[in-house]
């Protein structure tokens, strides 16, 4: 189960770090209205999450399968 929980959470890093190299900028506007906040990630903030995402599914995915309990 911690195999497949870390393996969601290296693929979900991945992706968010491939959509922040497309994306400079969110604008978060509230529900009831008014003025919204302009949300920018720092420039290696997509680097570090691709390759923190990706160190973990390749770790997950050598792995032997006798030192993971499921």
């Given at each position: 189960m911690w195999k497949s929980i870390f393996l969601a959470?290296?693929?979900?890093?991945?992706?968010?770090?491939?959509?922040?190299?497309?994306?400079?900028?969110?604008?978060?506007?509230p529900l009831a209205g008014g003025t919204g906040n302009s949300?920018?990630?720092?420039?290696?903030a997509p680097w570090l999450l691709i390759s923190g995402g990706a160190i973990t599914i390749l770790n997950l995915c050598t792995l032997p399968n006798g030192l993971i309990k499921e």
């Open positions: 959470v290296g693929i979900f890093a991945t992706l968010i770090g491939v959509e922040l190299l497309f994306i400079d900028s969110a604008v978060v506007v949300i920018s990630a720092p420039e290696w």
